[in-house]
C-alpha cells in the first residue's frame, strides 16, 4: 500500500527485504520516504522480524531503522547472534557504520552475552 501524502509505503504478509548483503523477514515492513522522495528516512520491520547479514543474525518483535543516523533499534526479545557469541535485551541499537553493538537491561534485568571462547588456530579479528 502506498500513502503518497504520508510519504509512506507499507508491505504486508511475509515480507521479504534484501538489501546488498542484507536480508529483513517480517509481518509488516513499512518504509517513510525523505520529504524530497529521493530516499528512504526509516523503516520498521513489525512482528516475527529476522534480519540475517552474513553469519549475524538478529531476531524481534520489533526493528526501526534510521537511514540517516544508520542506527537499528530492535525491541521485543531481541536477540543478535555470530557463531555461537549472542547478546540480547530489552533493546539492542546497533550502529551500522561503527560496527557497534549496545544493549540496553531494562527495568526487567540487565543484558546478557554469551561469548563462546575461540580455539587455537582461530584468528583473531
Known amino acids: 500500500e502506498t500513502f503518497s501524502k504520508e510519504r509512506r509505503i507499507l508491505f504486508k504478509g511475509n515480507v521479504v527485504a534484501r538489501q546488498r548483503d542484507t536480508v529483513i523477514y517480517a509481518d ?19 512482528g516475527h522480524v529476522k534480519i540475517q547479514q552474513g553469519v549475524r543474525v538478529a531476531s524481534a518483535q520489533k526493528a526501526v531503522f534510521y537511514n540517516l543516523d544508520r542506527k537499528v533499534v530492535l525491541t521485543g526479545a531481541p536477540k543478535v547472534s555470530e557463531g555461537e557469541n549472542m547478546v540480547s535485551g530489552e533493546e539492542i541499537i546497533f550502529d551500522i557504520d561503527q560496527n557497534r553493538v549496545e544493549v540496553k537491561g531494562g527495568s526487567r534485568g540487565r543484558g546478557k552475552v554469551k561469548i563462546s571462547p575461540r580455539g587455537e588456530s582461530e584468528p583473531v579479528k
Open 28 to 46: 509488516t515492513i513499512e518504509a517513510r520516504l525523505l520529504e524530497d522522495g529521493k530516499g528512504i528516512e526509516t523503516i520498521v520491520a513489525d
